[in-house]
């Protein structure tokens, strides 16, 4: 059974960070993909974020330069580090893996402005 467990989130003035965490279990974690989505009240699911088994990152243009995607195979854990938070930028965040379609219960993440 796939598990993702997100945490790290919070309230932050804008122009604070964070840095968000996923643990997942019950998948061959090298080998996946892994990507950080997020969801606003009102809005669809986005992707944010998305770093390959070879550890390639991708950005969406409204986070690039401000947040850093990156992995720890040995501890199953893929790392959202989010610098220079907007209003704009709160949303619920979650983590999945390429070759699964399970989410975790995401983490929320509130920028006052």
């Known amino acids: 059974q796939v598990q993702l467990v997100e945490s790290g989130g919070g309230l932050v003035q804008a122009g604070g960070s964070l840095r968000l965490s996923c643990v997942a279990s019950?998948?061959?974690?090298?080998?996946?993909?892994m990507g950080w989505y997020r969801q606003a009240p009102g809005k669809q699911r986005e992707l944010v974020a998305f770093?390959?088994?070879?550890?390639?990152?991708n950005y969406e243009d409204f986070v690039k330069g401000r947040f850093t995607i990156s992995r720890n195979n040995a501890k199953r854990t893929v790392y959202l580090q989010m610098n220079n938070l907007k209003p704009e930028d709160t949303a619920v965040y979650y983590c999945?893996?390429?070759?699964?379609?399970?989410w975790g219960q995401g983490t929320q993440v509130t920028v006052s402005s």
């Open positions: 999945k893996a390429q070759w699964s379609a399970a």
């Open positions: 019950g998948i061959i974690f090298s080998i996946n993909g």
């Open positions: 770093i390959s088994s070879d550890g390639s990152t």
